[in-house]
């Protein structure tokens, strides 16, 4: 490129406020911008007619293309429906009819969004990758951090923790260093059709909130009928299969015991779903696996961290001890609620991302 302009960067642009207005932010920076939307649904989807207004849905191509048409900037569509199948929606229901709950977001951004656009990028010839993700990234000593977004009420750090330092040293995050209601505005004082377009926070390809619903009409897991049993192996009534199930749930039991019950466990092997009281779900110590150090080369034997074990719990003082394989142990120092296998738990020094692994028993 010539003279002082920037390079080129690949968009990834979900039709929403967030990514638009991350792409305007490049474009007045000076980068050569390419915007990109990944299609994510196949058109005969029993769930593809419901996803007009959903990251992936058929608006969000349309919005996406608008704001490029604004900015004056090349827009493209990919076509990752199957692909996103395969390595997202399967494997949402493997780990539910395992006796885990997934967390789609994560998977998707590891092996669809990033992966997808860093190839893309290198098609044509494109230095980095952006996202309208509340994060940072940071280098120092040599090695890229990945820091939580200056809005933490919109901080999506825990999203990211896979990301690996090749990624890093080549992702921008636009709206690291704004709030919500700055991105909103900037959006706004600049005239972009999605200034004013609301969002939703549900996972993407799940109409409403009901995955349980989800599973059964993409014919994703089979009912499965098994006891429900309390800690002791009581039996107090049946379920249709561990699938509609996850650590902590209260509702839809179906049983009477007289006080309320949770979902404490969850027995893949025997199809069984433990119930107790909420001190029950309580737990102390777990372990993780498939992690990802983001802040060291190779982590310390032990260390202190504030450990989210899932997206929307706050943290909290832990010991993450590494081991062999890829896993590591952590105590808190307070017994949690609800540890879940499936979920990520994510490592946290004030607002830098340690690492992170996923939760198993």
């Known amino acids: 490129m010539a003279g002082t302009s920037k390079p080129r960067v690949v968009v990834a642009l979900s039709g929403g406020v967030d990514s638009s207005t991350a792409a305007a932010l490049l474009v007045e920076q000076g980068y050569d911008v390419v915007g990109v939307t990944l299609k994510l649904w196949a058109g005969d989807s029993a769930s593809a007619a419901q996803d007009h207004f959903?990251?992936?849905?058929s608006r969000a191509a349309a919005d996406a293309r608008a704001v490029c048409a604004q900015l004056n900037v090349p827009f493209e569509l990919i076509d990752a429906a199957d692909t996103f199948r395969r390595e997202v929606i399967e494997y949402f229901a493997a780990e539910y009819a395992s006796g885990r709950t997934p967390n789609p977001c994560i998977v998707c951004n590891e092996r669809i969004k990033f992966g997808l656009l860093f190839s893309h990028a290198d098609r044509l010839g494109a230095q980095y990758v952006a996202t309208g993700h509340y994060a940072r990234v940071e280098r120092s000593n040599g090695r890229y951090l990945l820091k939580r977004g200056r809005d933490?009420?919109?901080d999506q750090s825990y999203f990211l923790f896979p990301l690996t330092q090749e990624q890093l040293?080549?992702?921008?995050?636009?709206?690291?260093e704004l709030t919500k209601a700055e991105v909103r505005a900037a959006a706004r004082a600049r005239g972009l059709v999605t200034f004013a377009k609301g969002e939703?926070?549900?996972i993407c390809f799940v109409p409403g909130t009901d995955y349980a619903r989800f599973l059964r009409e993409e014919k994703l897991v089979k009912p499965q009928p098994g006891e429900i049993?309390?800690?002791?192996?009581?039996?107090?009534?049946?379920?249709?299969?561990?699938?509609?199930?996850?650590?902590?749930?209260?509702?839809?039991?179906?049983?009477?015991a007289g006080k309320p019950l949770y979902v404490v466990d969850l027995d893949p092997v025997n199809n069984r779903v433990v119930v107790g009281d909420?001190?029950?779900l309580e737990r102390t110590e777990f372990v993780v696996e498939r992690c990802n150090w983001v802040a060291f080369d190779s982590p310390p034997s032990r260390f202190e961290a504030v450990v989210k074990i899932r997206y929307n719990h706050v943290g909290a003082p832990a010991i993450v001890e590494p081991r062999g394989g890829g896993r590591a142990k952590v105590q808190f120092a307070v017994p949690q609620r609800a540890v879940t296998p499936g979920q990520a738990a994510v490592f946290y020094a004030q607002d830098t991302v340690l690492g992170g692994g996923w939760i198993t028993k």
């Open 54 to 57: 959903k990251c992936c849905g």
């Open 152 to 154: 933490l009420t919109r």
């Open 169 to 176: 040293a080549r992702i921008l995050f636009p709206l690291g």
């Open 200 to 202: 939703s926070r549900e």
């Open 229 to 256: 049993v309390d800690l002791t192996g009581r039996v107090l009534g049946r379920h249709d299969g561990i699938a509609f199930f996850t650590i902590g749930q209260r509702k839809g039991l179906r049983v009477a």
């Open 278 to 280: 909420a001190a029950a």
